[in-house]
Nanobody, 123 residues
Framework: QWQFVESGGGLVQPGGSLNLSCVAS????????IGWFRQAPGKEREAVLC????????YYVAAVKGRFTIARDDDKRTVTLRMNNLKSEDAGIYYC????????????????WGQGTQVTVSS
């Protein structure tokens, strides 16, 4: 079963930073869009940021623009989500998934979800 492994989460104070990694160990990532989604307690999973197979980033949460960036390294089979100036509303479990070529907001269009990585923002 081809799944991602997410890592890099943790507890951080408001204003802090985290770098999340999404690693695909079994198959190459070329040709696939990789999306980062998050799920806060009591809420549905939402799209945050996605990178297409060609490297174009799409933001789905306006509040993270200017604070979050996404990058991919297909040779290393890794997509990184860099999060700066974290806020309490950024907390949740972060997941990555893939779909062919283009980004979409709907998480039902993505597959290969990992177990997620927990992000907690608290003073």
């Amino acid at each position: 079963q081809w799944q991602f492994v997410e890592s890099g989460g943790g507890l951080v104070q408001p204003g802090g930073s985290l770098n999340l990694s999404c690693v695909a160990s079994e198959l190459p990532m070329e040709g696939y869009a990789i999306g980062w989604f998050r799920q806060a307690p009591g809420k549905e999973r939402e799209a945050v940021l996605c990178i297409s197979s060609s490297g174009e980033a799409t933001y789905y949460v306006a509040a993270v623009k200017g604070r979050f960036t996404i990058a991919r390294d297909d040779d290393k089979r890794t997509v990184t989500l860099r999060m700066n100036n974290l806020k309490s509303e950024d907390a949740g479990i972060y997941y990555c998934g893939r779909r062919f070529t283009l980004c979409q907001r709907d998480d039902r269009l993505f597959v290969s979800w990992g177990q997620g990585t927990q992000v907690t923002v608290s003073s």
